[in-house]
């Protein structure tokens, strides 16, 4: 599961002669959250996680989560009437929350538990690896932008804006389309729960 949230900021830059060629970064931010939970039976532990997991919509719960927010400061320079994309630093800031154990398990339930926590922070390392695809594309869509434009370049930041928001509508399907993969019956999750309870 993944909750994304998406920012624009634009500056522009003094009235001086630049490179049009935009000068683009990422930096990418990342944290762990845990939640605990406790049980005997692999059952037990599924009844924890759908009970304090991350909260999907208003009544439901998930196992795991990977919340990112991505914003992009956009530093615009105008020259001879033309604004150019001098500047895009962008920084993802990820954030995945996982269930932890509060105690040991015996080894039985430990080592279902050790495949299911592979499985599961696979997912949402998956879930990562596309946001950070996401990044890559939109430096690619915006560099080298420019445009006859107005003293504050008021159409250069929005088609820049309007690529930015473009790309994350691409790969936010992208997202839905691995969840939809993953979360069908049948699919990869229900093989990890499954394999967790089995008694």
Known sequence: MRVPVLA?????GALCCFSPAASAGTK???KTRTYEISGTTGAALVEAMDRNGPKHGFMTRAI??????????????????????RQADGVLDLTYTYPRLAQPANARLERRWQRFFAGVRGHEETHGRIA????????RSIRGLKRADNW??????????????AVYVEYEAKQKAFDA???????????????????
Not at 64 to 85: E, I, K, P, Q, S
Request: hydrophobic residues 40%.
């Open 8 to 12: 624009c900021l634009a500056t522009i």
């Open 152 to 165: 504050f370049c008021t159409g250069t930041r929005q088609e820049a804006r309007r690529r930015i928001n």
């Open 64 to 85: 795991a989560d990977t919340a990112y927010t991505v914003n992009w400061d956009l530093a615009m320079n105008r020259t001879d009437g033309v604004c150019h994309l």
């Open 132 to 139: 950070r695809s996401m990044m890559k594309a939109t430096e």
């Open 28 to 30: 990418l931010l990342v």
């Open 181 to 199: 993969r993953e979360h069908r019956n049948g699919g990869h999750v229900e093989h990890l729960v499954d394999a967790l309870i089995k008694p």
